[in-house]
């Protein structure tokens, strides 16, 4: 039993050893074996891999792939006419070089993202001192970019190379500072209500010219129709009267007889009308009295 408990022992520690030896490097990563704090080897092709186990030798893995930089806490930057913009940005980077980027930056990625926000912060103040805001926001946006770019790999691959590239710097937004903001916010508000106040009143101005104009256009209509009504209401009662005084001309008591009906109906045309004459003594009736009604019975 005793030669089996050593045997199983034996085993253990053996496996326990072979795996501290064996590590396999991811084909996302680098893999960077130290010996006594110093860079051993730089293994940049995945598979597994074997050293010698701790504390002799170690492994650090440190990714290959291309890392994203973007901005946490951006901080206020004066342009060429001394406004205070807000610039938030972000970076594509790669480290290319992992014994470069341990001995120079550090052991793992972040450090290398602090130290590299800190130069791409400082290339954007300097080049942002160069540009208006205008230029900023539009014309000279791209160049700005390129520039910070340029100037960021000057750093990074100076006299002491960091071992990483970095492949693109981007403004993603520029504003002003939040107080420079709500300046220009009420600013263009008020602007806003000027040209609404003014274009109401330009529109009330043309709607009390269009009703203006519209009432004398129905003023002028409405007497034309009047003058060309009376003209032909005169026209007419001219030829009525000239059939009138035709037709009468031919049988005078007719005529008069005529009249006097019409008379009559325009006097007698309500029931409750009381009228108290003298039939015989006015001529008002001269049509009810035996010769004045026979003649024109005699005429039918």
Not at 200 to 222: C, L, V, W
Request: charged share 30%.
């Amino acid at each position: 039993m005793n030669r089996i408990g050593f045997f199983a022992a034996s085993a253990l520690i053996a496996l326990a050893l072979l795996s501290s030896m064996l590590f396999v490097v991811d084909q996302r990563q680098f893999g960077v074996v130290y010996a006594l704090g110093q860079i051993k080897e730089v293994i940049t092709e995945p598979g597994l891999n074997f050293k010698l186990p701790p504390p002799f030798q170690n492994v650090s893995y440190i990714d290959k792939r291309l890392l994203t930089l973007d901005i946490t806490d951006p901080e206020p930057m004066l342009t060429l006419e001394k406004q205070r913009v807000v610039v938030d940005w972000y970076v594509r980077w790669r480290i290319t070089d992992p014994a470069a980027y341990v001995r120079n930056v550090g052991l793992d990625e972040q450090a290398g993202a602090n130290q590299l926000s800190r130069v791409v912060r400082n290339a954007f103040q300097e080049e942002i001192n160069k540009v208006t805001v205008r230029e900023l926001l539009s014309s000279k946006r791209e160049k700005l970019m390129t520039d910070v770019k340029r100037e960021v790999l000057e750093v990074v691959k100076g006299a002491k190379p960091w071992g990483v590239d970095v492949i693109d710097v981007r403004i993603t937004r520029a504003d002003y500072v939040e107080a420079i903001t709500e300046s220009v916010y009420r600013r263009m508000e008020a602007e806003r209500k000027r040209v609404a106040n003014e274009l109401r009143s330009t529109g009330a101005a043309e709607g009390e010219k269009i009703r203006a104009d519209a009432d004398r256009q129905r003023e002028i209509t409405i007497a034309n129709a009047y003058r060309d009504a009376q003209k032909i209401k005169g026209d007419g009662d001219a030829q009525a009267a000239a059939i009138y005084g035709e037709s009468f001309g031919r049988d005078p008591q007719f005529a008069q007889f005529y009249r006097s009906l019409e008379a009559y109906r325009a006097t007698f045309n309500k029931k409750g009308d009381v009228m108290v004459l003298d039939p015989q003594g006015t001529e008002f009736f001269k049509a009810f009295r035996g010769s004045g009604a026979a003649a024109p019975a005699g005429k039918k």
